[in-house]
Each structure stands twice: as C-alpha cells, then as structure tokens.
C-alpha cells in the first residue's frame, strides 16, 4: 500500500508578528511535528509557509508604492507567484520527498531568513 503525505498550508512568520499571531502558527509548527511523529507509519507530514503571492488580483488591487514595501523585505527582491507554491507542495507530496517529514518549508522569496 503506498504511503501518503499530509501537507499543511500557512502563511510565513515574520520577525514583527504580533504576540497573537505568532501562538497559532506556533501551534501549527508543532501539530505538523507531531503528526509527522505519531502517523510515520501511515505517511509524511509536511508544511509549506507561504509568503507574498502575485496573482493577477493582487496585482490589480496594489498600487507600485505597496508592492515596493511588500517586496523590500524579501532576500531576493520579489513575490512569487502561485506557481512557485504549487511546485513547493508538488515537491513536498511526490516521491521525491519521501524521505522529508515533519518539514517547514518557507516559500517567501527569503522573508523567514
């Protein structure tokens, strides 16, 4: 019987989250931990953190001066777009991965750094 993969998806958390949000992702981080941990048998458990993400919508809705503060604090001085997440949590539920569980993975263009 092939094994599954259970993949959880959230936002990225940044160094100025405030108190309250950073609790829930928190326990977020430690539910992908313990399911990893408690269902190996059964499959993997894994976590993409999203970051920014350009859409059409997005792009549409943000004038440049927004988009220049939402892209300054990324490493690599962008927004991904979705994509970049799709192909993460392709990664993440393929074979390619089946050694990796219990796994954040920031796809933030470098905000989590």
Same mark, same amino acid.
């Given at each position: $019987?092939? /094994?599954?993969?259970?993949? !959880? /998806?959230?936002?990225?958390? !940044?160094? /100025?989250? +405030? ?10 981080? $430690? ?12 499959? +993997?458990?894994? +976590?993409?953190?999203?970051?920014? @993400? @350009? @859409?059409?919508? @997005? ?9 220049? !503060? ?13 994509? #970049? #997440?799709? $192909? ?26």
């Amino acid at each position: $019987m092939p /094994r599954s993969s259970s993949l !959880r /998806r959230s936002p990225v958390a !940044r160094g /100025r989250t +405030r108190p309250p949000i950073k609790t829930p992702k928190g326990g977020a981080v $430690m539910l992908v931990r313990t399911l990893a941990k408690e269902l190996a048998s059964l499959g +993997r458990a894994n +976590r993409v953190c999203s970051g920014p @993400t @350009t @859409t059409d919508k @997005t792009l549409a809705l943000t004038d440049t001066a927004r988009l220049k !503060r939402i892209t300054d604090p990324t490493l690599l001085g962008g927004v991904g777009g979705p994509r #970049q #997440q799709a $192909m993460a949590t392709l990664l993440f539920a393929g074979e390619d991965a089946s050694c990796v569980a219990g796994v954040d993975l920031p796809v933030d263009d470098g905000i989590a750094a």
